[in-house]
């Protein structure tokens, strides 16, 4: 059995990869434990050190990852290296700020010391999406190696080079031995994986129905999970609103990664006033954005990751525009490139609740343009979901900007006049149907490890 590598851009294969058999997979596994047992004993500075390493090796190499995903999944070869830029900046935060986060936190009590320690808990599995196949191991990967931890690696099935590239990444860069292991299965092994007593925990990027799946295996073992799932970010847009900034912003953070990322901007929810400019400025910035090859310097858009994925989004389209949606612009299959992967940027006004836009996630370069009479019903609107991964609200009021993101929209992210993004400095997930757990930051580093009670009479 095979594991392919496909240009969306064809639907050619690049190259066949064989799978990691079952007993490779527990001889992996125990590789992994066997190094942990040594690097849990590795000091913070020798941590560090590697970690700025891997941020070299990154460096390094950006030209050639970035081109990898462009010719795996389709991102824009900009994009990439901006991704990759991103990776070894994660690197670089947790080698200067792990000593701070790990550092023993002492508590008075009636002990001569008690203190709160912060270890390592073995070999964590990771299971990754194709949609940033970088950044989403990285943002994992860093803290999970400065804390001490080794991990072992499902990628999605579409990106078998840049799966494999990360461990020559960790290899090149100088960490021992099966500190980080690339699988090679499909779906159907996770739950053995999960199962092997020597995988303490899990982190999953990817689906809702996948991280169901994960944290029911997992939980059944009392393993611990950390899961980003899907969402349908909300874009509040006031009536005070900067519309040219606004329209712009809103744009790029729904073409995201050919808006295949779970926190692009998926519903845009106008107050009536100043919906009719908003939606002329917001169709004309996406009219402008170029779609085409992501090895070709000035595209904006590549195709979506995978014909299937693209021609599931493109049923979506047609089925609200069937109950009653508009389509303004795209909701089409390029003829000239129907063959596999692209699809047009597209712009879909008068979304009412029941239809799919509303209420399920559109992964891929489609926008849903709602309308909401006044601020109140707009958080409404943005709260009537199952989702809570990010939001973002646009107003020349920022006090009000901030109270509403602060305490009415119901996100793990919200963001004030600007898109939402990760970012190595501040926690990152959801809640609800999103998923639990946090990413990055301070609470990224603390949800593999034991956090452990030291008392001392």
Same mark, same amino acid.
């Given at each position: ?53 891997? %941020? $070299?090796? *990154?460096?390094? =190499? !950006?030209? /050639? ?10 991102? #824009? &070869? ?20 792990? %000593? $701070?986060? *790990?550092?023993? =936190? !002492?508590? /008075? ?10 270890? #390592? &808990? ?336």
């Amino acid at each position: 059995m095979s594991i392919k590598s496909i240009d969306p851009t064809n639907g050619k294969v690049i190259k066949s990869y064989p799978e990691t058999t079952k007993a490779q997979v527990v001889k992996k596994i125990e590789q992994g434990h066997k190094a942990w047992t040594e690097w849990r004993k590795s000091s913070i500075k020798e941590r560090a050190a590697l970690l700025r390493g891997l %941020a $070299d090796q *990154l460096h390094i =190499q !950006r030209a /050639e990852l970035a081109r990898l995903m462009a010719l795996e999944m389709g991102k #824009p &070869l900009n994009d990439g290296l901006a991704e990759i830029d991103k990776c070894g900046a994660v690197c670089k935060y947790y080698a200067e700020k792990g %000593a $701070d986060f *790990l550092q023993d =936190q !002492r508590i /008075e009590t009636e002990a001569s010391k008690s203190y709160v320690s912060f270890q #390592p &808990l073995g070999v964590v599995l990771a299971v990754m999406p194709w949609n940033f196949p970088y950044w989403q191991v990285f943002r994992f990967l860093a803290p999970a190696l400065m804390a001490g931890n080794c991990g072992v690696l499902k990628h999605a099935s579409n990106v078998p080079g840049c799966a494999l590239s990360i461990e020559k990444l960790v290899k090149d860069a100088g960490y021992p031995a099966h500190v980080f292991q690339t699988l090679m299965i499909g779906s159907n092994v996770v739950n053995e994986v999960i199962a092997h007593p020597l995988i303490k925990a899990v982190t999953l990027t990817g689906s809702t129905q996948a991280g169901m799946k994960v944290a029911a295996q997992a939980g059944m073992l009392l393993k611990k999970t950390v899961l980003e799932l899907g969402g349908s970010d909300p874009y509040l847009v006031l009536e005070d609103a900067d519309l040219e900034f606004a329209a712009e912003t809103c744009v790029n953070s729904r073409l995201i990664n050919n808006g295949q990322s779970c926190i692009a901007a998926k519903r845009f929810i106008v107050v009536k006033k100043i919906e009719k400019e908003f939606t002329r400025l917001f169709v004309q910035k996406m009219k402008q954005k170029k779609l085409g090859n992501p090895l070709e310097a000035d595209i904006n858009l590549g195709p979506m990751a995978r014909a299937d994925l693209r021609d599931e989004l493109h049923q979506q389209v047609l089925k609200n525009i069937e109950m009653g949606a508009k389509c303004l612009l795209g909701g089409r299959i390029p003829a000239f490139k129907g063959q596999h992967a692209y699809y047009e940027p597209t712009v879909l006004s008068g979304i009412k609740k029941g239809m799919p836009a509303y209420s399920e996630e559109m992964f891929g370069p489609v926008a849903a343009i709602l309308t909401a009479r006044d601020v109140e019903q707009a958080i409404e609107l943005a709260n009537d979901t199952s989702f809570g991964l990010g939001a973002a609200v646009f107003t020349a009021n920022e006090k009000l900007g901030e109270e509403i993101a602060r305490t009415r929209l119901q996100a793990g992210s919200c963001f004030v006049n600007s898109l939402v993004k990760s970012d190595p400095r501040l926690p990152f997930g959801g809640i609800n149907q999103s998923g639990y757990g946090r990413e990055l930051g301070l609470f990224g580093i603390h949800e593999f490890v034991n956090i452990k009670t030291v008392y001392v009479k």
